[in-house]
């Protein structure tokens, strides 16, 4: 993820800091977040692209929004891995089904020995993944239309180029870390919340709100920056998407502070699904 942990929540606003850190995580939520984040790494190894791996996510995050009590049904992790080898056709970079299922048993159980093709469970996930792209298909309503923010953040750190001038914008490696943190919102159902245009603007508030006020002000006196791109988007908004972003940090850095502490009494901490059949 980006590197924004909890001590970069806005600095300009106590009281949004304070509401943020000390939001609870529910267990659905750290399961989704495991789970997306679990899709990511699969991506990455799978060299896919990042709109394959940004479809994928959304596609996950869409069928556990219609489909509130599937966490009853289906494992969530089959569900991703479904979700990753039909955003792969559907952004026409398919990925073999053969390296999708090893590689992903591999991620859950990287202790164990690698999957053999030749293993009865092999067969069984292949079956059960392809029983959950139809399933995702027909809950979805066959709807595999995606607006990602990516071309729109590309659109608007350009604006900003002149907006902040020049000698200020070479000090903030703005467009990167904004692109990290729009990365990072697929590890949430807040990629699925807000359009990809908000969604952009709130990845890059977030980053600049890591900066002190003087980034905040810099620029045109009669406009802020948000405003230099839409004037329609309001602070609220900004401050609302930021909140939601900023609560995938906080999550993850509960987890890590768990692994920590899992670790420091020698205990393994492996995955508590088995990429089951679903």
């Given amino acids: 993820m980006a590197t924004i942990p909890s001590s970069h929540i806005p600095r300009n606003n106590d009281a949004v800091k304070e509401e943020r850190t000390s939001k609870r995580c529910s267990d659905n939520e750290i399961l989704h977040f495991k789970c997306?984040?679990?899709?990511?790494d699969a991506g990455l190894k799978l060299s896919l692209p990042t709109l394959v791996i940004a479809s994928a996510a959304n596609l996950y995050h869409r069928f556990f929004a219609v489909k509130l009590d599937s966490l009853k049904y289906h494992d969530p992790y089959t569900i991703a891995t479904a979700c990753i080898y039909l955003a792969s056709k559907s952004e026409e970079k398919p990925v073999k089904l053969k390296h999708l299922i090893v590689t992903c048993h591999r991620l859950l159980h990287q202790s164990d020995k690698p999957l053999e093709t030749t293993e009865e469970i092999f067969w069984d996930l292949r079956?059960?993944?392809?029983?959950?792209e139809?399933?995702?298909?027909?809950?979805?309503?066959?709807?595999?239309?995606?607006?990602?923010?990516?071309?729109?953040?590309?659109?608007?750190?350009?604006l900003l180029e002149k907006h902040f001038g020049k000698k200020t914008w070479q000090s903030v490696p703005l467009g990167q870390k904004s692109w990290s943190v729009l990365i990072d919102t697929y590890l949430g159902d807040v990629c699925i919340r807000y359009g990809p245009r908000k969604l952009a603007l709130g990845a890059i508030a977030l980053t600049l709100s890591?900066?002190?006020?003087?980034?905040?002000?810099?620029?045109?006196?009669?406009?802020?920056?948000?405003?230099?791109?839409?004037?329609?988007v309001t602070y609220q908004e900004l401050e609302e998407i930021e909140s939601c972003i900023s609560h995938?940090?906080?999550?993850?850095?509960?987890?890590?502070?768990?692994?920590?502490?899992?670790?420091?009494?020698?205990?393994?901490?492996?995955?508590s699904t088995s990429l089951g059949v679903t």
């Fill in 36 to 40: 997306a984040k679990f899709l990511r």
């Fill in 210 to 232: 890591c900066y002190d006020d003087q980034m905040q002000n810099a620029g045109s006196p009669t406009k802020k920056w948000w405003q230099a791109i839409d004037e329609d």
């Fill in 248 to 271: 995938l940090y906080i999550i993850e850095n509960n987890l890590n502070l768990a692994k920590q502490r899992s670790e420091s009494h020698h205990a393994p901490d492996r995955p």
């Fill in 134 to 158: 139809l399933y995702i298909l027909r809950h979805l309503s066959y709807n595999l239309q995606f607006d990602h923010p990516f071309k729109y953040l590309i659109h608007y750190i350009k």
């Fill in 127 to 132: 079956d059960s993944i392809v029983t959950c």
